[in-house]
């Protein structure tokens, strides 16, 4: 037996107790409209939806239920702090999603019952518009309304049919997304029909179901076999078995940021969803077709979920296989021109003991690849790659070396190497342009373009917010304002460019990638309707919560307030990470400077008497001095020349803190750098906190690597990296 326990705000807020003067009290209940959400892990979207509900109240008396399925990331602390005035309902335990709403819908008050996901925003109408539609409809036992994806095009799911063996026979084909609008293959979804135009419809969706609360209840709510998905279809059938309409009203819209507390990738998942429509097909039609059919149909259901879930997992398996192709494929190449072999001779010169090498070097390759976390969060990452591949090549040549039986061409595994990090780096280059719409690519060098739409007070303390986050790759290229009427200048250095009623010229212009609406100051309505303009468009839309903690997006929450704090053993100064920066700085150095000799060497000893000292500090105790032609810009490429010399001798790094003369550096014994990561960033960064928060993040979570990907950077970017001596 489930252990559940139950627990509401004793009161809820005077407002929910005062007769409504606009609807007044049309029966003898306690609420207009009753609410249910049930929550698992989503804390933030519920908070934004709660944030939505509260603007879209006008005058009705709401209750508002908040069923909590045991989530294990506070979500309920977190709520209530926010939201004292919902009634919670704790389970110990995930109870699924249909015995969950109906422990809140038997408490249910309110005349109408509307049951909502929590990926979901309203807008400031949606109750208003529902409400009245239902009282207009005394036929009508439930209302949906028309629900867009997060980009602002139309979801299919906003209005469904009952899925008969036919219809549910094509979706597993996936005929409805070849052909949409086919009333015969997409019936499904109602296909052909406008998406603007009310009707009575079959089925509504579970994330948006506008219910009378008295035949909701007679109905007795969700079918508690179904534990996640199909309850909404087998609860819509049953009502119109009982004689109602279920109508659709597309003069209202919400947002679905589809399943946010479900990851559809997960074998659960499928099993789960599959099973439910096996329930349905089971519950409702087995009756009339023999055991023959019936077998066939749940062989065709098991079949789509395998077929499902595998898909997936080959889309995860294709990088790798990439990547390995490319490795292996370059070493045949190159064994077939080191020997000038010919295509049809390999078969016969390539030996077993040469395919073991093969063998031996991508099982390293994977390894690696799985401990820099390539295939994750890393998947763009320059560095992990390079890292990744010089990893599996040293250690094929460590095992060839020992195991003299597989040895193999030095020289080819050495070209190899090389070739590969040129090759698999230029996929992960042209893979990173293709995906720059996505938020906050780890390790991508390409910087998302980002509006910040609407003005208020906190736009400063938010602008400040972003500059801090180091971790983050972006440019916020504008501000726009909600209205004309509140047009300013600049705030925090950055220009305001426009307002809304010209946010796709705006968008066009400056290219933008990404828009970041702010709440209060935008409204869900606004909000609603600029997302629906840019639906043809690849901008990505993301909202920044009243309390300006999180941001939410399609698929995931980003936080601004969890910088990480200063740790006493920063890793930048670790014995180990301080002998592999020398090293770095070593060997560029050198190249670098065999390369710059001959053009440069002559010009500087010409120039000599030019020369300036700069002093510069390391501590109190610790300072030297560097010569430099001035006036430093007309000179660029010579003082170069020289700060190379320097970075040779020890005296300055490749990556390190910007070139102050005779200041102190916020972190002593930090050598200045030609570039650094406080650099790349100079030109979005006004104030000396947020300066200091970037050299923070550089010197705890410092590598070699992360050097490398600056250096990288710089070469992208081609940005003047010494800002503070530029006008000398």
């Not at 629900?147 to 049919?161: H, I, K």
Request: positive net charge; proline residues 4%.
């Amino acid at each position: 037996m489930t252990s559940i326990k139950e627990k509401t705000d004793p009161s809820g807020t005077p407002e929910y107790h005062q007769k409504s003067p606009k609807y007044g009290n049309t029966q003898d209940v306690d609420f207009d409209i009753s609410i249910v959400i049930v929550n698992f892990n989503v804390k933030e979207f519920v908070a934004n939806l709660l944030g939505s509900l509260e603007k879209a109240r006008n005058e009705f008396r709401l209750q508002i239920f908040v069923v909590d399925n045991a989530s294990s990331d506070g979500s309920v602390g977190y709520l209530k702090k926010r939201f004292p005035h919902v009634h919670y309902i704790l389970n110990d335990v995930n109870v699924g999603f249909g015995r969950a709403n109906n422990q809140a819908i038997s408490k249910a008050g309110g005349r109408y019952t509307l049951l909502i996901n929590p990926d979901t925003i309203v807008r400031q109408d949606t109750l208003e518009v529902m409400y009245r539609h239902m009282e207009n409809r005394p036929d009508t036992a439930a209302a949906g309304c028309k629900m867009l994806n997060p980009d602002g095009t139309f979801a299919p799911e906003s209005r469904r049919s009952v899925p008969t063996p036919m219809t549910a026979f094509y979706k597993m084909l996936g005929l409805p997304r070849i052909f949409p609008n086919s009333r015969r293959f997409s019936a499904y979804y109602l296909g052909g029909e406008d998406e603007n135009r009310e009707a009575s419809i079959p089925v509504l969706s579970g994330a948006f179901m506008f219910f009378r609360t008295d035949i909701l209840k007679n109905a007795g709510g969700f079918d508690e076999q179904f534990f996640m998905y199909g309850e909404d279809i087998d609860l819509c059938y049953r009502i119109q078995k009982l004689g109602w309409n279920i109508d659709y009203q597309p003069a209202t819209s919400i947002i679905h940021y589809k399943g946010e507390s479900t990851k559809k990738e997960n074998l659960d998942y499928v099993v789960t969803f599959n099973k439910a429509m096996y329930q349905f097909f089971n519950k409702h039609y087995s009756f009339g077709y023999t055991l023959f059919f019936r077998i066939f149909i749940l062989s065709g259901i098991v079949i789509k979920g395998a077929v499902s879930y595998l898909s997936t997992i080959f889309r995860k398996l294709t990088q790798p296989a990439l990547d390995l192709s490319v490795l292996n494929i370059l070493i045949i190449i190159l064994f077939m021109l080191r020997y000038n072999i010919s295509f049809e001779e390999m078969a016969h010169r390539y030996q077993i003991e040469f395919l073991s090498v093969n063998l031996l070097l991508s099982t390293i390759f994977l390894g690696s690849a799985l401990y820099y976390d390539l295939y994750g969060k890393n998947r763009f990452s320059l560095p992990a790659i390079i890292k990744s591949t010089g990893v599996a090549f040293v250690g094929v040549v460590l095992v060839t070396f020992f195991l003299r039986d597989f040895a193999f061409s030095r020289l080819i595994l050495l070209v190899s190497a090389i070739t590969s990090v040129l090759l698999l780096s230029g996929v992960r280059i042209i893979q990173i342009n293709r995906s720059r719409k996505a938020p906050n690519i780890p390790g991508s060098f390409l910087a998302r373009r980002i509006l910040l739409v609407g003005l208020d007070s906190k736009t400063p303390e938010l602008i400040r917010k972003l500059r801090s986050r180091a971790d983050w790759n972006y440019q916020l290229v504008g501000l726009v304002s909600q209205d004309k009427s509140n047009y300013q200048d600049e705030v925090e250095n950055v220009p305001v460019v426009g307002d809304l009623s010209s946010m796709m010229k705006l968008v066009k212009y400056h290219q933008v990638d990404e828009i970041m609406f702010t709440l209060p100051a935008v409204d869900h309505d606004q909000i609603m309707k600029t997302i629906s303009e840019l639906r043809e468009t690849s901008v990505y839309p993301r909202i920044v919560a009243d309390s300006m903690d999180y941001i939410v997006g399609k698929t995931n929450v980003e936080y601004l307030d969890d910088l990480p704090v200063i740790d006493a053993n920063l890793a930048y100064f670790s014995r180990w990470n301080l002998f592999m920066k020398r090293t770095l700085d070593l060997a560029v150095s050198t190249l670098l400077l065999i390369l710059m000799t001959p053009l440069f060497l002559a010009p500087s000893l010409f120039f000599h008497h030019r020369k300036k000292p700069l002093g510069i500090r390391l501590s109190d105790i610790r300072s030297f001095t560097i010569f430099l032609f001035l006036p430093y810009k007309k000179y660029r490429w010579i003082n170069r020349y020289l700060l190379l010399w320097n970075v040779w001798k020890g005296k300055v790094s490749l990556v390190g803190a910007p070139i102050i003369p005779g200041r102190l550096p916020h972190f002593a014994n930090v050598k200045p750098g030609l570039t650094g990561f406080r650099q790349l960033s100079e030109n979005k960064l006004y104030h000396e906190e947020e300066k200091q928060q970037h050299e923070l993040y550089y010197l705890q979570n410092y590598s070699v690597w992360m050097d490398l990907d600056v250096l990288i950077k710089t070469l992208i970017y081609r940005r003047p990296t010494l800002r503070s001596i530029d006008e000398m």
